[in-house]
């Protein structure tokens, strides 16, 4: 049971991905050839094993609640596209309803 | 012809250098010209800092001996994997979507190497976020096999195996994370490690999946490679993965005890490798140790596993790359579609494939199914693996099924280019460190030897590799082989 166009579609858009009409079939076919393979772990009995979630048994180290040097605003926003007043700048996020500043 | 300095190893050219025989300045140039002389036709580099380089050498000329021998790797040679950020030199991953990309910062390992005084020669190519197994996948150009410029050099640690391979650098870093400097290593006939996970530190190594991404060494000679691996180990605060400096330095008694896993020796595994690791079991047993047959039985479900938890890794990864704070960004009205947008362009198929799988894996109601069973059969793998150690010392088995394949030829067929990863992918998934050595030739190309130790054990398996570099073929350059 493969992922369906529509599927595979809402989960770009998840992906925040754009998909054309034509790059869909190549996507669709690599797709589900690949979670055909992946369905073979289905037939395993996992029911008592434990997830790995690290590799090498070791406690969560903690760090010294100190102060230390950090980059400053200017080297942080460098690479930055669009940047205003030490800040990255984006779209309006909000819609203005009617007659409002632009602010 | 007189050996040029290009052909000499890392270790050499530093002793050499220390003894005040060589400047690091002729070191350079003989390597800039032996680039220049090879990558036009070979494109191991995205970008070479040979202005750099020069100001470096001439910056050591005036050390000491004293400053020259406190430095371990003063007047040798690196290249560094595209995905490893520096500071004065752009860094890509080989993506649109970071083109022009100047880090703030220099990764962990870029640190430790200009203090060990090694001269940074550039910035190698690489699969797109390190996703591939051919470097077909770079954005801006592949890179060809030194040995039959018709293959590709492996992936996605490609550019720095082939720069190795080709004599332009004695040694150059890679990341690792399901084979990606042991299978390129294979394909060009060099050497290459993925230590423990965590022994080397990930600060500045862009994240593809983290539970599996390991930096690690390339080199022609054993010792240059342990060379390297001694300036990069070591524990960082900067990553909270990277292990305590808790080295095993239980010596290694001889008999060594050679596990060979059934599992990896079947079917899919060309002939004429499995003849070449049949003679290299051989001299092992000649040398008196011990060879034992053994079982690794989930590793048929490790390709699954690993193409499961990479992508999903990796879809949360790459989220990052949205247009707004760094890296490319396609304008739009609205921010939704400037994210779109921006990614669209940004990104090229390989990783949009894997986008969307590993955000399908995690997706609502597809998490256990996927990412959880996945993360369950890697328990599975990591008990083969301690059950084995518990009887032997080493596991060994080829590095890849076949030799180098031609460019184009799976490019478009991405499982088939999924399912040569197979001998590679499990030491990720179990976190253990893995060499891969050149052991011969079969269709007059490089084979590799994969030699696997249990977690930790780093030290042991270079200690092994060392010893064993004996029986494996001299080192030989491209050309010598061309006519």
Redesign the interface.
């Known amino acids: 049971m493969g992922?369906s166009d529509q599927e595979?579609l809402h989960?770009?858009r998840?992906?925040?991905?754009?998909l054309t009409t034509a790059e869909l079939p190549g996507?669709r076919r690599?797709?589900n050839?690949?979670?055909d393979?992946?369905s073979?772990?289905?037939a395993?009995d996992?029911a008592d094993?434990?997830?790995?979630?690290?590799?090498?048994n070791?406690e969560?180290?903690l760090?010294d609640d100190v102060v230390a040097p950090s980059?400053s605003v200017e080297?942080?926003?460098?690479?930055?596209?669009?940047v205003e007043a030490g800040m990255?700048k984006?779209?309006?996020?909000v819609e203005s309803e009617g007659g409002g500043d632009d602010g | 012809m007189a050996k040029s300095l290009w052909m000499e190893d890392a270790v050499t050219l530093h002793e050499l250098f220390v003894a005040g025989e060589v400047r690091a300045t002729d070191i350079v140039e003989h390597h800039l010209e032996r680039l220049n002389a090879r990558d036009p036709v070979i494109r191991a580099f995205l970008h070479v800092a040979a202005e750099q380089a020069r100001a470096q050498a001439a910056v050591q000329d005036r050390w000491s001996p004293a400053e020259r021998a406190e430095r371990p790797l003063s007047g040798v040679p690196v290249a560094i994997k595209d995905n490893i950020v520096t500071e004065t030199m752009p860094t890509t991953a080989a993506s649109r979507i970071l083109q022009n990309f100047y880090a703030p910062y220099n990764a962990t390992v870029v640190d430790k190497l200009y203090e060990a005084g090694a001269i940074v020669i550039g910035k190698t190519n690489l699969d797109e976020f390190a996703m591939g197994s051919s470097t077909e996948h770079s954005a801006f150009y592949p890179t060809r096999n030194p040995w039959a410029l018709d293959r590709v050099p492996g992936g996605s640690s490609g550019g720095s195996a082939a720069a190795v391979a080709a004599g332009m650098v004695p040694l150059a870093l890679g990341s690792d994370t399901g084979g990606s400097i042991r299978q390129p290593s294979a394909y060009c006939g060099i050497i290459g490690m993925k230590p423990t996970y965590g022994r080397v530190s990930r600060y500045g190594l862009i994240a593809f999946a983290s539970s599996l991404d390991q930096i690690g060494p390339m080199a022609r000679r054993v010792r240059d490679l342990r060379a390297l691996y001694d300036v990069i180990a070591g524990p960082d605060p900067r990553d909270a993965t990277s292990l305590p400096d808790t080295t095993d330095a239980t010596p290694l008694s001889r008999p060594w005890r050679i596990g060979v896993p059934r599992e990896y020796f079947g079917e899919g595994l060309d002939p004429e490798i499995r003849h070449v690791l049949d003679r290299h079991l051989s001299q092992l047993r000649a040398e008196g140790h011990e060879i034992r047959d053994i079982s690794l039985p989930h590793t048929r479900f490790a390709i699954a596993a690993y193409y499961l938890i990479a992508p999903a890794e990796a879809s949360s990864n790459l989220s990052r790359y949205d247009g707004i704070r760094y890296g490319f960004r396609r304008e739009s009205r609205d921010l939704v579609t400037l994210y779109e947008a921006t990614r669209d362009e940004g990104f090229g198929p390989e990783v949009k494939r894997r986008i969307l799988l590993g955000t399908h894996a995690l997706s609502s109601g597809y998490y256990d199914a996927y990412y959880l069973t996945a993360q369950k059969v890697r328990t599975l793998i990591r008990r083969d693996f301690d059950d084995a150690f518990h009887t032997v010392d080493f596991v060994v088995t080829p590095t890849t099924p076949e030799v180098a394949f031609r460019l184009g030829e799976r490019s478009d067929d991405p499982l088939t280019m999924y399912l040569g990863d197979i001998y590679t992918v499990t030491a990720n998934l179990a976190g253990l460190p893995a060499i891969s050595l050149p052991v011969g030739w079969a269709h007059g190309l490089p084979v590799g030897v994969q030699w696997l130790a249990k977690p930790l054990a780093d030290h042991q398996l270079l200690e092994a590799a060392e010893a064993l570099e004996g029986l494996l073929p001299p080192v030989r350059f491209p050309e010598e082989v061309e006519g």
């Not at chain 1, 984006?90 to 996020?93: E, L």
């Open positions: 992922l595979i989960v770009a998840l992906a925040r991905l754009r996507i690599d797709l050839r690949v979670l393979y992946v073979q772990l289905q395993l996992l094993i434990p997830p790995t979630m690290h590799v090498v070791m969560m180290p760090r980059l080297e942080a926003t460098k690479n930055a596209p669009q990255f984006v779209p309006r996020i």
